[in-house]
């Protein structure tokens, strides 16, 4: 570990000490359900520039929308990757985006402070309990009703889906508006959704056509993934000559990172591009996609196409895709043979 990392990591551990009761006080508040409650202001909270954070709270940002038809909603957030994302989503308001490297931009990073105390909000919510920003931005934000996401134990022991990272924050808001008065919503939790326009799946189906040039149909993998997440070069190429004997049938491709890096040593047909609304269109026009935890994982997730996530750690639970007939396999348990099998299904149901 470098000594950036070294400190980086001590820094972390240092503000989550300092923040972790941050908020505390709030879970008694007490709500006068006598005055008439009218939500049309809200601050969501996810201080983090990873493609699949911000993906996975386009599940909350629905369910706020679907409770709250005309409001208005900021995004507190970090990076460039927000405006994208949330394209076509009519409802936010501003993106306030903390810079992703602060203590390089000490100016922008105390004007998003500024412009977040001067707004005014009926509900803050922090998306993330552990996430230090969030909590600050929480505390500091001018709300009626305050929100910082902590553990609920009841809606534990009541979703067993509850440790999913997309979904807790999902039962929490919808518990706190209990609080407020408003009736329980029992729906199933949206799924991951990038809102993909009619045109952008008509260019994403012209840029499959023009890979593949025949009328088959497509599996899409991703090879690629960050730190431990990444399977080696050999237990792809295993798995490539397994999914080609399998799939005859089928195209495979496969979505290069920005990394321009192929694990299977670019044998299948590639497609690379560094816009994401592009690689999502591309995936959308595809029967499955199958690869390891990451944020293209949870992309393909957000195109509403069948996603098979491979995972080699123990958060499983946390992460994996879901709706639209996705899967999660853990390839610490079974064989090829059985992952097979678990995508033939996928396959199937799609």
């Not at 006598?34 to 599940?59: A, V």
């Not at 005309?70 to 394209?87: E, N, Q, R, S």
Request: charged share 25%; hydrophobic share 40%.
């Amino acid at each position: 570990m470098s000594i950036l990392k070294k400190v980086n990591k001590v820094r972390r551990i240092i503000t989550h000490g300092l923040t972790k009761n941050i908020g505390s006080s709030q879970n008694n508040q007490i709500i006068d359900l006598t005055q008439k409650i009218e939500i049309k202001r809200i601050l969501i909270s996810r201080p983090n520039h990873r493609l699949g954070n911000l993906l996975l709270i386009t599940p909350l940002v629905q369910d706020v929308v679907a409770a709250f038809p005309a409001c208005k909603i900021d995004l507190f957030v970090k990076g460039g990757l927000a405006p994208i994302v949330f394209k076509n989503y009519p409802n936010i308001n501003y993106i306030i985006e903390l810079p992703k490297k602060p203590f390089k931009n000490l100016a922008a990073y105390f004007k998003v402070w500024v412009k977040i105390k001067k707004q005014k909000y009926d509900i803050v919510i922090n998306v993330d309990k552990n996430s230090s920003s969030g909590r600050l931005s929480a505390q500091f934000a001018d709300a009626k009703y305050k929100f910082f996401g902590d553990d609920d134990e009841a809606l534990k022991l009541e979703h067993i889906d509850y440790v999913h990272i997309a979904k807790y924050p999902v039962y929490e808001f919808r518990q706190f508006l209990t609080k407020l008065g408003f009736t329980k919503n029992d729906n199933p939790i949206p799924p991951l959704d990038l809102k993909l326009s009619s045109l952008e799946i008509k260019e994403g189906h012209k840029i499959i056509q023009e890979l593949v040039k025949n009328d088959k149909k497509t599996i899409c993998i991703f090879t690629y993934a960050t730190s431990d997440k990444c399977y080696s070069e050999s237990w792809w190429e295993e798995f490539y000559e397994r999914l080609l004997t399998e799939y005859q049938d089928y195209n495979i491709i496969e979505i290069l990172p920005v990394e321009n890096i192929s694990q299977i040593g670019f044998k299948a047909l590639t497609f690379y591009s560094k816009d994401i609304r592009e690689i999502g269109s591309v995936i959308a026009n595809t029967e499955i996609f199958i690869g390891a935890d990451s944020g293209i994982m949870h992309l393909a997730s957000s195109v509403l196409t069948p996603t098979v996530g491979l995972f080699s750690r123990a958060n499983l639970k946390t992460y994996e895709p879901y709706n639209n007939n996705s899967v999660a396999i853990n390839t610490n348990t079974g064989d090829k043979e059985d992952w097979i099998k678990i995508i033939n299904k996928a396959l199937i149901r799609s």
